[in-house]
């Protein structure tokens, strides 16, 4: 069941995608070169964007923005499920990625729902 997994220390994933495509797989999870693109408010002065190796520093990455951000307003140990990050990505104004497809030389984007899905696969495979 969708957020049914508990997690204490997001720093050490190992993430799967779901994908149809068994190669961009591969790709977009070892070596594909990914942007996050984020907007946290309606103040366009608010987008930012962040940089990472691969689809999997990107997973991390959006873990460590929420952890950032339950650390400034809760002390002691962290504790969330999928469903709290999902609200976190959903209360972005704007979330996006652009994951680089090096068999065909661009940059492919994903949105929310594929963010969501992404930290869901590894939250399963973790509980599981």
Not at 81 to 107: E, H, I, K, P
Request: aromatic fraction near 10%.
């Amino acid at each position: 069941e969708e957020g049914s997994g508990r997690v204490g220390n997001c720093e050490r994933f190992c993430f799967v995608i779901a994908s149809s495509d068994r190669r961009f797989l591969f790709d977009a999870w070892n070596m594909s070169h990914t942007i996050l693109l984020l907007q946290p408010t309606a103040e366009k002065s608010s987008r930012t964007w962040y940089e990472y190796p691969s689809v999997q520093d990107m997973v991390r990455g959006i873990c460590s923005l929420y952890e950032k951000e339950l650390r400034s307003k809760t002390r002691g140990e962290l504790s969330y499920d999928t469903n709290d990050l999902n609200r976190f990505v959903d209360s972005q104004v704007d979330l996006a990625c652009l994951v680089l497809r090096s068999g065909a030389g661009m940059y492919e984007p994903r949105d929310k729902s594929w963010v969501k899905r992404t930290c869901l696969q590894q939250l399963k495979r973790m509980s599981g």
